[in-house]
């Protein structure tokens, strides 16, 4: 708990069941293809072992050649989450065919996997390629004097949005990971050798940089604002365009059709004019330096924008009922609500409570030199829900 946090203390992930997140597919597969589409629940297993899992025994004896998954979007392993993957189907005269492949997949039972449908399709399933994600959370520990203030804000979260900052696991265990790839890039530092690896560092500097740009427009109270020369999102497809038309374009943005975008830097990333373009500049001269070359970040990417403000869909928030004669002070509250792909149900969660859990702890003690630790002055530092490979983060 953080003795200098005003929020109500509260206690995320007491058990796995306590957090539960299911994908909303972008696309639904199409019965025919080479690869297969495998629909699974997991608990308190990381999606990448979960994965590994179920590949494995579907090219037993041999192995699983895992370049070749697809996964639209990791998940946190403390929880109960419902996901698809992507598996080539083994190919060979001595293999199972197409339809003894569904069928094998349809039926596994693996510790911590529950198989809820296998059905092929044409193409391999892309990181990012979910629409949203679908969360039913549990928070336990908060006093009952402070349930109301719980219950408020997290209303208010639904109308209004949060504050759209990366959470503390995209920076790495340690919280290093921004840091090694600002000295790797600025000749200070080993450059990896994996060339993945070094796309996960550089992610990890995009998100530190756009959570700078937005915590110092959380603190002047824009990061929902349209300002002249801002880049807006369009809620509905995505689109950017400059904003022109100021007072126009607050209106819309009021009514939740765009918001203004961050950054996430690279060569063909477009950057705003004005006041938003300065800051922008500023933050990244000061982190890397005014003469930082971005062709040299090309091959891990491109770049994008990213919205500052994270809409929250379909909030519904329910304290539980304290059994009789319970002498415990704490209550518990059930939270379900809707967000898109890329964004993290704990930025949500962050803005309405202190979190107490010794995860939560760990995570304050190794961040608290990070420059991702001043969002939590704008109640959005947060652990990552749906923390995706580096092409989601250069490419959202």
């Known amino acids: ?21 299911t994908e909303v597919p972008l696309y639904e597969p199409s019965g025919d293809g080479d690869h297969l589409y495998i629909r699974f629940r997991k608990r308190d297993i990381t999606t990448d072992a979960a994965a590994k899992a179920i590949a494995d025994a579907i090219f037993a004896p041999h192995s699983a050649p895992m370049r070749d998954l697809g996964i ?20 060979g005269k001595e ?21 809820l449908e296998a059905r092929r399709h044409g193409n391999k399933l892309k990181t990012g390629h979910l629409e949203s994600n679908r969360f039913d959370i549990v928070v336990r520990g908060i006093p009952r004097d402070r349930v109301g203030e719980v219950v408020a804000s997290l209303e208010r979260m639904g109308r209004e949005g949060v504050p759209n900052a990366f959470g503390t696991q995209r920076f790495g265990r340690d919280q290093d990971n921004a840091a090694r790839a600002r000295a790797w890039l600025t000749g200070k530092g080993p450059a990896p050798k994996d060339p993945r690896q070094r796309r996960f560092l550089w992610s990890a500097l995009q998100s530190e940089l756009f959570n700078e740009v937005l915590a110092r427009r959380v603190a002047d109270g824009t990061w929902a604002i349209p300002q002249e020369g801002d880049l807006l999102k369009k809620v509905d497809s995505g689109g950017l365009f400059p904003c022109a038309e100021v007072e126009t374009d607050r209106e819309r943005a009021r009514n939740g059709e765009v918001a203004p975008t961050g950054p996430m830097f690279g060569v063909k990333m477009r950057s705003p004019e004005g006041a938003p373009g300065a800051l922008e500049r500023e933050i990244f001269d000061a982190r890397l330096g005014a003469d930082f070359d971005l062709q040299r970040t090309k091959i891990l990417g491109e770049g994008t924008r990213r919205a500052l403000r994270m809409p929250v869909y379909e909030m519904h928030v329910e304290p539980l009922p304290v059994a009789p004669g319970d002498p415990s002070e704490d209550a518990s509250v059930r939270v379900r609500f809707m967000l898109p792909r890329g964004t993290y149900a704990t930025t949500v969660l962050a803005a309405a409570i202190d979190d107490t859990s010794e995860r939560a702890r760990a995570s304050t003690a190794a961040n608290a ?28």
């Open 1 to 21: 708990m953080d003795p200098t946090s005003k929020l109500p203390p509260g206690r995320l992930k007491a058990t796995p069941e306590d957090f539960v997140v």
């Open 72 to 91: 639209a979007g990791m998940k946190d392993k403390r929880a109960v989450t419902t996901q698809t993957i992507s598996v080539p189907i083994p190919r």
């Open 369 to 396: 030199d990070s420059a991702s630790a001043s969002v939590e002055a704008a109640g959005s530092e947060a652990g990552e829900t749906d923390a995706a490979p580096p092409d989601d983060a250069l490419g959202e």
């Open 95 to 115: 293999v199972r065919t197409p339809d003894e492949t569904v069928a094998l997949a349809s039926a596994l039972a693996l510790p911590g996997i529950t198989i």
